[in-house]
């Protein structure tokens, strides 16, 4: 797996947008980069993911680096509802005798301040 | 709720007994993972199965543990002759193909050994 390197906690600003940064500079180029997030207690939850384009849903945008080797989640507008652990993760390629499992790092805890 | 459906939510258990732990897939997905997220810990990839086949163990104690996921039914964690280690949230995910794309969480099984 590529590793992932992640600040371990970031404040935010209630409506403002939340950057959280990820390098992974030994990421392979059929690597994709994927953001989950839990918050507290909870199962993780899917945000996005992406290969080599900007990818945005209803939730974040993601910005990828040209080279490949660092990534941006944007959530345009956080609320208090976005504090959570927010993990970026490298998935491993699917093999026939192993699937594709996502290894999870120690992520970057965002609180949303009023 | 056509989510991932783990049962318990909560589970006690003395130091000696056995402990369940059930996992419903989404419908139509045939591949599961189970995680173990230790108190203040990362998530740590356990076992990946398919439908009456275990594919990737690698994460699994050697003893205690096991893992299936027949045909029909949920997919089972299994920990034998519980000790107060085990104690931690238990989540499973599932996916339609071997990979994790896009990979829903079910809301954990939080197993305590008293």
């Known amino acids: 797996d590529a590793k992932t390197t992640q600040p371990p906690s970031m404040d935010c600003a209630e409506g403002r947008a939340a950057n959280l940064p990820c390098n992974h500079s030994t990421i392979s180029g059929n690597e994709y980069v994927y953001w989950y997030r839990q918050i507290h207690s909870q199962g993780p939850q899917y945000i996005i993911h992406g290969l080599k384009n900007n990818e945005t849903n209803e939730m974040a945008s993601l910005i990828i680096t040209e080279d490949r080797k660092s990534s941006t989640l944007i959530l345009p507008h956080a609320t208090l509802r976005d504090t959570a652990v927010y993990y970026c993760?490298?998935?491993?390629?699917?093999?026939?005798?192993?699937?594709?499992?996502?290894?999870f790092g120690e992520g970057t805890q965002l609180t949303v301040n009023p | 709720n056509a989510g991932v459906m783990q049962n318990p939510r909560h589970l006690v258990r003395r130091r000696g007994q056995e402990a369940r732990l059930r996992c419903s897939p989404m419908k139509g997905h045939s591949h599961v993972y189970w995680y173990r997220q230790l108190p203040e810990e990362g998530l740590k990839f356990m076992v990946y199965l398919q439908k009456e086949n275990i594919i990737d163990e690698s994460g699994m104690p050697k003893e205690r543990f096991s893992a299936e996921f027949p045909k029909e039914g949920p997919s089972i964690l299994r920990i034998q002759q519980v000790v107060r280690g085990d104690s931690a949230a238990y989540f499973c995910a599932s996916s339609p193909t071997k990979e994790m794309r896009g990979a829903f969480f079910g809301q954990g099984t939080r197993l305590t050994v008293v």
């Open positions: 993760i490298v998935r491993v390629v699917a093999s026939e005798t192993s699937g594709s499992r996502l290894t």
